[in-house]
């Protein structure tokens, strides 16, 4: 045998299921870049309009944003909050 425990092993895999979790935060980044730029062509097409592209552009943002928040808190409590260690 290798000297490889079991909580050894539950170790590598949280790391590495955290790794993963923290894979959305590219989405995260897309999804925010997408929106500010569309918000952006939308302001230049009509400069009136900017206050309530600002609002909806904001809240599009706040709610990208909460996936990455729940990818973050899934990465932390796999790494130090794990029942199984």
């Known amino acids: 045998m290798t000297g490889i425990t079991g909580t050894d092993l539950i170790a590598a895999f949280s790391a590495l299921g955290a790794g993963l979790a923290m894979i959305a935060m590219i989405?995260?980044?897309?999804?925010?870049?997408?929106?500010?730029?569309?918000t952006v062509e939308?302001?230049?097409?009509?400069?009136?309009?900017q206050g309530t592209l600002l609002k909806l552009m904001l809240i599009g943002v706040a709610l990208t944003e909460t996936a990455g928040i729940f990818a973050l808190v899934v990465a932390i409590m796999l790494l130090f909050a794990n029942p199984l260690l």
């Open 27 to 38: 989405g995260v980044g897309i999804g925010i870049g997408f929106n500010a730029g569309k």
């Open 42 to 49: 939308s302001t230049a097409r009509q400069p009136e309009a």
